[in-house]
């Protein structure tokens, strides 16, 4: 996962450059009093804004009944904070059931978390492919791709 500044972020640089500008440009000091929190708001999502490092472990049930339902854990270990968006991508022939959605949003802080899916196969054959995709970032506002 790679870490890039959200269009906040740029926003706000591009807001900082301009006030600085016009506070040089014009000699005076109403363009800095403007262009400090932007500043702040920029220079915090650059410096400050870490990824959170995710190792992610999909375990499923190698064997399943046709009908019957079964657990789908996703074991994540963060270290960092921030904001993940998590998609369950289920193979032919498997549905989601239950309250939990197939994407979710969820807020991570450090330590171990597990989000689960209830999946019911609908034909014959092993479960497929495991996948999950996901995104995220951390909350000064740099995503994850």
């Known amino acids: ?6 269009s ?13 500008f016009v506070a040089v440009a014009t000699r005076r000091p109403d363009g800095v009093v403007l262009a400090a929190p932007f500043l702040l708001v920029a220079l915090t ?7 959170p490092a995710i190792a992610a472990t999909l375990t499923v049930q190698s064997r399943l009944t046709e009908g019957e ?4 854990v996703l074991a994540m270990d963060v270290t960092g904070r921030g904001l993940a968006r998590i998609r369950l991508v289920t193979p032919a022939g498997m549905v989601v059931e239950g309250e939990m959605p197939a994407s979710v949003e969820v807020p991570l802080r ?3 978390h ?6 019911r196969p609908t034909g014959w054959g ?6 999950v995709s996901g995104g995220g970032g951390d909350a000064g506002g740099t995503g994850v791709k």
């Open 69 to 72: 339902p079964t657990e789908v």
């Open 1 to 6: 996962m790679t870490g890039r500044p959200t």
């Open 126 to 131: 092993g479960p497929g492919r495991k996948r």
């Open 8 to 20: 906040r972020v740029l926003v706000a640089g591009i807001l900082a450059v301009v006030g600085l």
């Open 45 to 51: 999502g650059v410096v400050g804004g870490r990824v």
């Open 114 to 119: 597990e989000e689960r899916w209830l999946v």
């Open 110 to 112: 450090p330590g171990r």
